[in-house]
């Protein structure tokens, strides 16, 4: 029997963090309305990750991935040696899922493949998302349970391919896992007779707030801050280190994402790194409230000629630039 893997690129394809139509898309969507574009989106998040490059399966040409998508694709790699007497085709036509048990074919060559004529499209999808699969999938769950408690011959075998496919899975972890399923299936939100709707739960409600304030600070307004050098510090590695005064301003920077180009040098922006520990000449890494950089020459940033800016909320600029007097006086 042949596995065929679609879809699994394991890698940022054509610059894009995910593929179109998921659920982000409604976050690009509300973003681009605020005036960031998909394109400036996709680069920020991808940015987020330490730069891999590896070769596309299909055209050999580089392409972009990150330390998290080549562990799946290793670890796809290694379950698929341990099938013996199976077939392995990657028809995603490109990412970084390879090795020389798996054939590459393109998308549009996997119906050839296949040994029964397949529905259309849209089926399996509206399959999965027809009314009352969840609750299908609790049954399952619960006579699983049951049978296992049982002794059943049928679900010990199921548990035991389980065990066999994840090394390192227990008997114990999966009917945890699987009893945890079977509670939360069966738990449903109650009717608002007031509103004629259905109640949101406190996690539901947490959420949303988050994705809106989320979508809120990626676009409060910025302005260049000078980083006054006498504020400026070093720690043992040589590393300068800036942090903000006012306790105010140090939950917003520590809440709202500071954009890829946030620390200049002269006008020109630092190289962000993805690492405390790993900030080089010329780059700079954010973390909560503070900034970590090294100049571009070497040189102590509290000494040169240089002038370093910050990008930050404007209410952050308003804050660090009040004497210190009043902000010790208003506890700001």
């Known amino acids: 029997m042949a596995i065929a893997f679609v879809g699994s690129d394991l890698a940022y394809t054509d610059g894009r963090p995910y593929a179109r139509g998921v659920t982000f898309e409604e976050d690009w969507y509300g973003q681009e309305r605020w005036g960031t574009s998909f394109i400036r989106q996709w680069k920020l998040a991808i940015n987020h990750q330490p730069e891999v490059v590896e070769q596309d399966v299909l055209s050999a040409a580089p392409v972009r991935t990150a330390p998290h998508l080549v562990s799946f694709r290793n670890w796809i790699v290694d379950r698929t040696r341990l099938e013996q007497g199976r077939t392995f085709i990657n028809a995603t036509g490109a990412g970084t899922l390879r090795a020389e048990h798996i054939t590459q074919v393109a998308p ?19 399959r999965r998302l027809q009314p009352g699969t969840v609750e299908r999938l609790v049954g399952q769950a ?119 180009d946030a620390l200049a040098e002269n006008g020109t922006p630092l190289r962000r790194a993805w690492d405390l520990a790993a900030v080089d000449p010329g780059s700079y890494a954010w973390f909560r409230d503070e900034i970590r950089f090294r100049t571009s020459d070497g040189s102590d940033p509290r000494w040169n000629d240089h002038h370093y800016s910050l990008l930050v909320p404007t209410a952050v600029a308003h804050l660090e630039g009040l004497p210190l007097t009043e902000i010790l006086d208003q506890r700001l």
């Open 108 to 126: 549009e060559a996997l119906p050839d493949l296949l040994t029964a004529p397949a529905g259309p499209v849209g089926d399996p999808v509206r």
């Open 142 to 260: 619960r006579a699983l349970l049951d049978g296992a408690a049982a002794g059943d011959a049928a679900a010990n075998a199921l548990l035991t391919r389980w065990m066999q496919f994840a090394p390192g899975l227990t008997r114990d972890a999966l009917l945890q896992a699987l009893e945890a399923g079977v509670t939360a299936g069966v738990s449903k939100p109650e009717p608002d007779s007031r509103v004629g709707s259905t109640v949101l739960t406190a996690a539901h409600a947490e959420s949303t707030e988050m994705d809106w304030l989320r979508l809120l600070a990626w676009h409060v307004p910025r302005t260049a801050m000078t980083l006054p050098k006498d504020r400026l510090l070093t720690n043992p590695e040589g590393v300068a280190v800036f942090r903000f005064r006012t306790a105010a301003a140090r939950v917003m920077c520590a809440a709202i994402p500071l954009p890829e």
